[in-house]
């Protein structure tokens, strides 16, 4: 069976209270249950976390490794503009992933455009709120199921 892990960086448990017409209405709790169906309807094998910490999202990602997942979906959130310490956990399991982020970061802020997965992601989807996580889990079937 196929596995699929999500990551999902800081401040996105606030989904829903948060920035709501940047991020959505929908809790992070509601988006990850349609996710789990898709997968479950799909035949995947899929496990999701939320961190705060950098340390705890490299930690996960090497546990990802040991576990042998395939595949990887992961919004690290504030982090997509500043950790190359989970891009350097991201190449060192060689899980390939699926970035995803709620909103069009690329037509947000200046400092938003600096971004240390995008060019090492099988590919980017943003923009389409909680969407964006089955747009990824599709696009990751599509890979396994051309
Ligand atoms: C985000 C975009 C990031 O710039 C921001 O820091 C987030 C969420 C998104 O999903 O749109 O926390 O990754």
Known sequence: MVKVSVFNGPNLNLL?????DTYGQRSLEDIMRDLEQFAAD???Q???????????MVDAIQQAGKDAVDYIIINPAGYTHTSVAIRD??????????????????????FRQVN???????????GFRGESYLLALQAILNRIEP
């Open 116 to 126: 240390y997965f995008s060019d090492i992601a099988i590919g980017v989807i943003s």
């Open 42 to 44: 799909c035949g995947l």
């Open 89 to 110: 956990a991201l190449l060192a399991v060689e899980i390939p992933f699926v970035e995803v982020h709620l909103s069009a970061v690329n037509s947000r802020e200046p």
């Open 46 to 56: 899929l496990d999701h976390m939320q961190t705060n910490s950098e340390g705890e």
């Open 16 to 20: 829903g209270q948060r920035e709501p």
